[in-house]
C-alpha cells in the first residue's frame, strides 16, 4: 500500500511539474512580449533572475525524475521542497505583475492543492495561511491602496480559505477511497495465514518478469512429510508451521530482493534477481540456518524442506520454468529431502538433520 502512495505522489509530482513548465511559457510570453508587457504594466528588473532560479530547479526535479525511484526519501524531499519553491515563485511574480490586482494571482489555488495532497488538513491550514500572510505583505507595500484594490484583496483571501477548505476535504476523501482500496486489493492478492502473496500474484509475477526479460531465479520449495505432522500433530500445528515458513521466506527473499509467495497447500515460490552461485550458497545457508532455529507450540522440534531451484537464463523462453523447478523439486524429495537441487547439477542439502519428523518415515 505504501508502494502504491509513493506512486501516486510521483504521478502528481509529474503534474505539477509539467504545469511549472507551462507557467514558465506563460510569463515569458508576457513578460519578453510588447502588447502583454505593456498592457499589463509589468516589471521587468528581477524577472530574469527569477526566470534562471526557476529553469535551474525545474531541471533538477526532472532528473530526478529520471534518476530517483519514488520511494527514494531524497526525491521526495527535492519534490515537496517545490511547494517552497511555488509559493516564492508566486510571491515575486505578484509583486511584479501588479501586485494585488495581478492576473497570475490564480496560481495561489495550485500551491494550496499541492501542499494539500501531501500534508492533508495540516497542508491546507498551513498554505492557506502562507498565501493570506505574502499576500498581505504585497498588499501593504501597495503605494496607493484604493477601496477597489481592498475590496480585491478581500475577495482573494476569502476564496484562498475556501479552496483550502474544500481541497482538503477532496483529499482526504480520495485517500480514504485509495486506502479502502488498496486494503480490499492486498486481501485479494495475499494468503491470509502466512502472510506471502498468493498463487494468483505468483502467476502474475511470472508474467511480469518473462516480459520484462531480465534473468531470474524461481525456487519452488515444499514442506517435507506435511501430511504427516498434520496427521501426527493436528491441522492446528500444521497451519503453525505454515505461518511459521511463511514469515521465514518473507524475511530471506526481501532480504536477497526476492518476492515469496505461497503456491498452494505446503507449497511455497521464491522469485529471486539473478545471483551468482555464490550469492544463491548465502542465501540457502541463512535460509536453512534459520529454518534449523524454527520452534513451535507443540512437542515438534524440527521442520524441513526441499527445493527445486531453476535460472530463467539456462532455458529457452518458451520452456516452461515452473514445470522445471517443480521437477527439480520432487527430485529433491525423491533423493531424500531436506535439500535444494539446482538445474545445474549443484546440490545443496542442509546439514542440520531432522529430528522427530524422520521418525515418521
Not at 534518476?67 to 508566486?90: S, W
Not at 539473478?274 to 548465502?282: A, S
Request: hydrophobic content about 45%; proline content about 3%; glycine content about 4%.
Amino acid at each position: 500500500m505504501r508502494l502504491s502512495l509513493y506512486l501516486d505522489d510521483y504521478e502528481t509530482e509529474k503534474v505539477f511539474s509539467y504545469l511549472r513548465w507551462i507557467f514558465l511559457v506563460v510569463a515569458v510570453i508576457l513578460f519578453y512580449s510588447p502588447f502583454f508587457s505593456e498592457l499589463l504594466e509589468l516589471e521587468h528588473r528581477t524577472f530574469p533572475i527569477l526566470l534562471v532560479v526557476g529553469i535551474t530547479y525545474m531541471i533538477c526535479t526532472q532528473i530526478a525524475f529520471l534518476k530517483l525511484k519514488p520511494q527514494n526519501p531524497y526525491f521526495r524531499l527535492l519534490t515537496k521542497a517545490g511547494i517552497i519553491f511555488d509559493y516564492i515563485a508566486v510571491i515575486w511574480l505578484l509583486v511584479l505583475s501588479g501586485g494585488v490586482t495581478s492576473p497570475l494571482f490564480p496560481i495561489f489555488y495550485l500551491i494550496i492543492m499541492h501542499a494539500t495532497i501531501y500534508w492533508y488538513t495540516k497542508g491546507a491550514f498551513i498554505s492557506s495561511a502562507s498565501s493570506t500572510i505574502g499576500y498581505t505583505i504585497i498588499l501593504l507595500t501597495e503605494q496607493n491602496i484604493t477601496p477597489l484594490i481592498l475590496t480585491v484583496f478581500a475577495l482573494n483571501v476569502a476564496f484562498i480559505w475556501i479552496v483550502g477548505l474544500f481541497g482538503s476535504m477532496l483529499v482526504l476523501r480520495e485517500r480514504k477511497h485509495l486506502k479502502q482500496k488498496e486494503i480490499y486489493y492486498e486481501l485479494m492478492i495475499t494468503d491470509y495465514l502466512t502472510g506471502l502473496y498468493n498463487h494468483r500474484s505468483f502467476q502474475e509475477e511470472m508474467k511480469n518478469q518473462k516480459k520484462e526479460k531480465e534473468p531470474f531465479i524461481l525456487v519452488m520449495s515444499d514442506i517435507d512429510h506435511f501430511k504427516r505432522i498434520n496427521d501426527r500433530y493436528g491441522h492446528i500445528a500444521g497451519d503453525e508451521v505454515l505461518a511459521e515458513i511463511g514469515k521465514l521466506f518473507k524475511e530471506c527473499s526481501n532480504q536477497a530482493c526476492g518476492e515469496a509467495f505461497r503456491y498452494g497447500g505446503e507449497e511455497f515460490a521464491i522469485i529471486l534477481p539473478n545471483l551468482d552461485e555464490h550469492e544463491m550458497n548465502v542465501f540457502f545457508t541463512d535460509l536453512y540456518a534459520k529454518m534449523n532455529a524454527l520452534t513451535f507450540n507443540t512437542c515438534m522440534s524440527n521442520v524441513t524442506m526441499s527445493f527445486g531451484v531453476a535460472y530463467s537464463e539456462h532455458h529457452r523462453e518458451d520452456e516452461d520454468l515452473l514445470a522445471i523447478a517443480d521437477c527439480l523439486l520432487y527430485e529433491a524429495k525423491k533423493k531424500g529431502k531436506n535439500q535444494a537441487i539446482f538445474d545445474t547439477g549443484v546440490v545443496y542439502r542442509n546439514s542440520y538433520p531432522p529430528r522427530q519428523i524422520s521418525s515418521l518415515i
